[in-house]
């Protein structure tokens, strides 16, 4: 199945730092624009973030600006998302996926235009 996987999720504590990386599976990643949803238990999924592909415009939810840096590497193919000062409400399963355009937009946080979603990787923020 093409999709993206998600990885370097984890237990943390709250103020704590996780780095999670994605990569597609069985598909190259080329400069498509990556967005960074994540759900909650008994929530809808709502989007964190999203990197154009050339790096150079960057989109992030009000709840994690200053605190989420979203970064790729076209050359390795990979999309990242640094997740600093953490807190038990950024407890979520993270997941990445891709845009048909290079560019994000003012869509950038609707689910529906995304492709190849990933199982997504938990993010647990627990003292």
């Known amino acids: 199945q093409v999709q993206f996987v998600e990885s370097g999720g984890g237990l943390v504590q709250p103020g704590g730092s996780l780095r999670l990386s994605c990569v597609g599976s069985?598909?190259?990643?080329?400069?498509?624009?990556v967005g960074w949803f994540r759900q909650a238990p008994g929530k809808e999924r709502e989007a964190v973030s999203c990197i154009s592909g050339s790096a150079a415009i960057t989109y992030y939810a009000e709840s994690v600006k200053g605190r989420f840096t979203i970064d790729r590497d076209n050359y390795k193919k990979e999309v990242y998302l640094d997740l600093n000062s953490l807190k038990p409400e950024d407890t979520a399963v993270y997941s990445c996926a891709a845009l048909r355009s290079s560019d994000c937009g003012s869509r950038w946080s609707v689910r529906d235009d995304y492709s190849y979603w990933g199982q997504g990787t938990q993010v647990t923020v627990s003292a």
């Open positions: 069985k598909f190259t990643l080329n400069f498509e624009a």
